[in-house]
């Protein structure tokens, strides 16, 4: 069914500058750039480039999460140019450690807390 939401987990409009390094399916490097994510969740995050990165390429990604440093690794699912020069890339998260884990679920549980609370 055309339009159909995919997502198994909720996103949050979430700024944050990280840092990637994009990789090949034979582990070659291809690219390393900074950007910033548009949106984030448990299971992945929209991100904001200045270079396009291709489907099915692998990335290392380092953000910027309130005073921690997140590093997971996951796989470009669609690549966008924006009319400003800027691409968008949705990274699914492939693998990600436990610190990671329990550092992203702590800041989106206080962000959905925040969000409920702007609701009331």
Request: charged share 20%; hydrophobic share 40%; aromatic share 4%.
């Amino acid at each position: 069914m055309a339009g159909q939401e995919k997502r198994h987990t909720q996103r949050f409009d979430s700024l944050n500058l990280l840092q990637y390094v994009a990789i090949d399916a034979h582990g070659e490097h291809l690219a390393t750039g900074m950007g910033r994510t548009l949106n984030v969740s448990k299971g992945g995050i929209l991100l904001e480039t200045r270079a396009r990165l291709e489907p099915g390429v692998l990335v290392s990604v380092a953000i910027g999460i309130e005073e921690n440093l997140v590093s997971v690794v996951g796989r470009v699912m669609h690549c966008n140019a924006g009319e400003d020069g800027a691409f968008t890339s949705g990274i699914r998260f492939d693998n990600i450690d436990a610190q990671a884990d329990a550092v992203l679920t702590a800041y989106l549980a206080a962000f959905e807390a925040s969000q409920k609370q702007k609701k009331k």
